[in-house]
């Protein structure tokens, strides 16, 4: 089984940073960390879940979300299964529950608790 487990999340104040991690444990009888593409998604109150960033296997693509392009950068260290998320320059409307997830594998891989990101003065 599969567990994704989030942080890194925290109070920041508007034009501050944070460092969200993903550690990828266990392993579906398909999933392989390695082998797959992961995401960052986050959901605000009363908003649907939605990609922020994306990143191919051994790192050769990225995907930003229009608005976090040029802010976030989403890397990964295959050797320890961890995904992170650096996010940059936050805005209010950046706060939200972060998530990770394989974005090919969202209906067999269970969710985590997510990290808190509030971005608040």
């Known amino acids: 089984q599969v567990q994704l487990v989030e942080s890194g999340g925290g109070l920041v104040q508007p034009g501050g940073s944070l460092r969200l991690s993903c550690k990828v444990s266990?392993?579906?009888?398909?999933?392989?960390?390695?082998?797959?593409?992961m995401g960052w998604y986050r959901q605000a109150p009363g908003k649907e879940r939605e990609l922020v960033a994306s990143i191919t296997a051994y790192s050769t693509s990225t995907y930003y979300a229009d608005s976090v392009k040029g802010r976030f950068n989403i890397s990964r260290d295959n050797a320890y299964s961890t995904l992170y998320l650096e996010m940059n320059n936050l805005k209010p409307e950046d706060t939200a529950v972060y998530y990770c997830?394989?974005?090919?594998?969202?209906?067999?891989?269970?969710w985590g608790q997510g990290t808190q990101v509030t971005v608040s003065s």
């Open positions: 997830n394989a974005p090919s594998a969202l209906s067999t891989i269970s």
């Open positions: 266990g392993s579906g009888s398909d999933f392989r960390f390695r082998f797959n593409t």
